[in-house]
């Protein structure tokens, strides 16, 4: 699956670098991944969330949240947002 606006994640961990590791390893996950619906991503991700047409990821022991819109039929997932907790 193709992620879309990475340049918001390299925005983040340039303010917080101890994020860059979650980050990169959460994009290379999804990069690897075919996912079809929802219940394929919660294969990769158990902890994921979905609501109001979005997903959201606890990534790096729930210490940053990351959001995003998931276009399974042309394989992408837009971020839409990260922010620490």
Known sequence: MQVIHWGRARQFFQTDEKAEDALERWRIAVLASQW??????????????????????????????????????????????????
């Open 36 to 85: 079809k619906d929802f219940q394929d991503l919660l294969a990769t991700f158990d902890t994921a969330r979905y609501a109001d047409g979005k997903v959201t990821f606890d990534l790096k022991a729930d210490a940053i949240r990351l959001t995003a819109v998931a276009d399974y039929k042309n394989d992408k997932l837009y971020i839409r947002q990260i922010s620490n907790y």
